[in-house]
C-alpha cells in the first residue's frame, strides 16, 4: 500500500479539486435555484394574495354599489309613498274644507232664508193688522146701516157739485 494506512485513508477521501469545484458549483446553483424557487413561489403568493384582494375589494365595491343602488331605490320609494300619503291627505283636507265651506253657506243660505221668512210674515201680520186696524177705523167711524157710510160715497159728488 502506498503511503501506509493512514495515506491510504486520505486517498480515499482525496478528489479531484475539478470535482469538487464542480459539486460546489452544482450545489451554489441548486442552492440559487431553490432560493429563486422560494422567491417565485413568495412573488406568486404575493401576486395571489394581492389579486385576491383586490378582487374582494372589488367584490365588496360591487355588493357596497348594489347596497347603496337599493338604499336608494328604498328611499325612492318611501320618498314617493310618503308623497303620495301627503297628496292625498291634502286633497282629503280640501275635500272636508270644501264640504265645510258648503255647509256653512247652506246653514247661511237657510238662515237668510229662514229671515226673509219671517220678515215676510212679520210684513204679512202686520199688513193684515193694518188691514184690520183700518176696517175697524172705518166700523168704528161708520157704523153698519148708518147712513153717512152709503151716502157718503154715493152723494158725496152731488152734494158738493161735482157731478
Known amino acids: 500500500m502506498l503511503g501506509g494506512a493512514y495515506g ?50 372589488a367584490a365588496a365595491r360591487k355588493l357596497a354599489d348594489e347596497a347603496r343602488a337599493r338604499q336608494a331605490v328604498e328611499a325612492k320609494r318611501v320618498a314617493d309613498a310618503a308623497a303620495a300619503v301627503a297628496a292625498e291627505q291634502r286633497a282629503v283636507e280640501e275635500r272636508m ?4 265651506a258648503k255647509r256653512l253657506a247652506d246653514a247661511e243660505a237657510a238662515r237668510k232664508k229662514a229671515e226673509e ?25 161708520y157704523p153698519p146701516g148708518s147712513r153717512g157710510q152709503t151716502a157718503g160715497r154715493r152723494g158725496r159728488g152731488k152734494e158738493e157739485g161735482r157731478g
Open 8 to 57: 491510504g485513508f486520505e486517498y480515499s477521501r482525496w478528489q479531484p479539486a475539478d470535482q469538487i469545484e464542480a459539486a460546489a458549483a452544482k450545489k451554489r446553483a441548486d442552492d440559487a435555484r431553490r432560493l429563486q424557487d422560494i422567491r417565485n413561489a413568495e412573488e406568486r403568493a404575493r401576486q395571489e394574495a394581492d389579486a385576491k384582494r383586490l378582487a374582494d375589494a
Open 97 to 100: 274644507r270644501e264640504a265645510e
Open 117 to 141: 221668512e219671517r220678515v215676510r210674515r212679520k210684513r204679512g201680520q202686520a199688513a193684515r193688522r193694518c188691514r184690520s186696524d183700518q176696517e175697524e177705523s172705518r166700523r168704528r167711524a
